[in-house]
């Protein structure tokens, strides 16, 4: 099985890159240094060229992210809704369209690594919060437009990689108490792969973070 990860550099996309290569999958884990994904040309030939490289592709994740920065509203400038808007939302996109082609042969699945903030209101994360949503939208949309040969699932993770000084704060936002792990996104993957009635929609996993009124 054949798969292209974007941000495979990443915390979450390195994790899942691991889980796949030790469940015997060729991955292509792609970063910055494999292409822009803020430009559609570039996200589109990285597609190709992995499909190339694999000799076909079964599997799409869209893990590359960036601009997950804390900015009051008055202070968010352009380059901030740029950078959370480009490799994520963009990105994801012309990645898909590239790799529709060899998916389509394939019968394969795209999984969109979301994020809860496309379902909360976070103030100090407008621009975040708004490509979040955008992303969670192409779940939908993009299942609709590969529909019936490519299946398109999400993972929305809430505190699965996070800072050590902000475990303890982070893990008071969810129900178990406990924050996640990237393993744990890793898992879902999988899950997905194996989930063959499941299309257009996302695995919400974040503890019960959507749930604690506290937060
Ligand atoms: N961390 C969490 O707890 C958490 C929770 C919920 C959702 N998420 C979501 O999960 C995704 C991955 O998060 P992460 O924590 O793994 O992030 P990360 O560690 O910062 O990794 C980001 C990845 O995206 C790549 N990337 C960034 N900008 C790019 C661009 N313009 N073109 C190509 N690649 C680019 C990076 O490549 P380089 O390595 O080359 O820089 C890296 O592989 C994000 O969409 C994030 O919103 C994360």
Redesign the pocket.
Known sequence: MRALV????????SAIVDRLRAEGWSVVA????D????RAGAARSLAERASAELGGLDLLVN????G?EPRPFEQLAETDWDAAL???VK?SFFVTQGAAPALRESRGLVVM?E?VAAYQAWPLFAAHCAA?AAQAMLTRVLARALAPHVRVCGIA??????APEQVERRARETLLGRVGTPADVAAAVLFLVGADFVTGSSIVLDGGRLLQSKA
């Open positions: 974007t941000g495979g550099t990443g915390r979450l996309g792609a970063g910055r240094r292409g822009d994904l803020r893990a590359a992210g960036e997950f480009g490799a994520t990105g690594i994020d979040k993770p809430g505190p699965v990689a996070v």
